[in-house]
């Protein structure tokens, strides 16, 4: 963005530098100065004009200092909203002044997307641009106003001297009436040089203002077009924009998924590996249990007819008596 506060505080540094520079000449040079907007011919209608042209030349620069301050709070505002959206701030508008160009146009932008309706935004910067030319009707006036206030004191002082040039025809050797006629001349001349002076001190700085205007609508349309208008996108193409993200993120979903399904049957086929190979083991080991049940089977099978040929043992059962025989005896 172009540098909007630091030109805004430079000019009102430079307002303020002309002022007490202009004060400090006055003042020490006021001894020379005094004859120059006093007449004793006039009297004081060399001062009153004269300072109202001064003092219309202050009403502006304090008009124009106040849109210094003005324009440099409106660029530290879109800065500082600036800095949030990059950051990924939840809200970006929060405890901002209210009454700020950016927060104006993002609530703007939200009332047009809510009710569906197309964003014009050149539009939308023909009405700020409107709003902000309506700050300079002061200033246009008195730059306007100022060379004509030169003229008016110029036609003024010619007015009483030729006032006094009409008695002077009555009484040609009245020298005082020629006094007046070349006093009011003399002070045509100065309100016109006091007011050549202010108009051009004020016409620059007065062209510092309108850049630095310029300058921050530039910036607000700006950082409208690349951190607002991207959330607000209801045009056909903005739809179709968002369509083929959509569809360009469906495929890379979908090949997601299609990885994953590869995956799960590689898992699969390694399981089954595993199960088959495991009732192969538990196989084996049932054959080698019966084969080893059979052979101690066979073993005690020999062993106990070794002990029975050992021992000569009958293979019938030596019966036995009944108790009740052991208890007759």
């Known amino acids: 963005m172009k540098p909007v506060k630091a030109r805004a505080y430079t000019s009102l540094f430079l307002i303020v530098g002309v002022l007490l520079l202009t004060s400090a000449v006055i003042f020490i040079f006021r001894e020379v100065l005094t004859p120059f907007f006093y007449s004793k011919q006039l009297g004081t209608l060399g ?18 200092m106040a849109l210094f301050l003005s324009y440099a709070h409106e660029e530290a505002v879109l800065e500082r909203f600036v800095d949030r959206v990059k950051d990924n701030a939840a809200n970006p508008l929060h405890k901002l002044d209210n009454q700020s160009l950016i927060v104006e146009r993002v609530n703007a ?95 620059y700085f007065h062209l510092r203002l309108q850049d630095i205007r310029t300058q921050l609508l530039a910036n607000l349309e700006q950082t409208t077009a690349l951190y607002v208008m991207p959330h607000f996108r209801t045009t056909e193409g903005s739809i179709l924009n968002d369509v083929s993200i959509l569809t360009t993120e469906l495929r890379q979903a979908a090949e997601a998924v299609i990885k994953i399904q590869e995956r799960f049957l590689q898992a699969g086929d390694r399981l089954q590996l595993a199960v088959d190979d495991l009732q192969g083991q538990i196989s084996t080991i049932g054959h080698s249990l019966a084969r080893t049940v059979e052979t101690n089977s066979d073993d005690l099978r020999v062993i106990r007819e070794s002990i029975r040929e050992g021992f000569r043992l009958d293979d019938k059962p030596v019966p036995t008596l009944p108790k009740t025989a052991l208890i007759s005896r």
């Open 47 to 64: 001062i009153v004009l004269n300072l109202a042209i001064i003092l219309l030349f202050l009403m502006g620069l304090i008009r124009m």
């Open 109 to 203: 932008l939200q009332i047009l997307y809510d009710q569906n309706a197309e964003i014009n935004q050149g539009s939308l910067a023909s009405i700020v641009a409107a709003g902000e030319s309506a700050r300079f009707t002061l200033v246009r006036f008195v730059h306007n106003i100022l060379i004509i206030s030169g003229v008016f004191g110029t036609v003024v002082s010619l007015s009483v001297a030729l006032f006094s040039a009409e008695g002077l025809l009555n009484t040609p050797d009245d020298m005082q009436k020629m006094g007046a006629i070349l006093g009011g001349m003399s002070t045509a001349l100065k309100t016109t040089i006091t007011a050549i002076l202010c108009y051009a001190v004020f016409s």
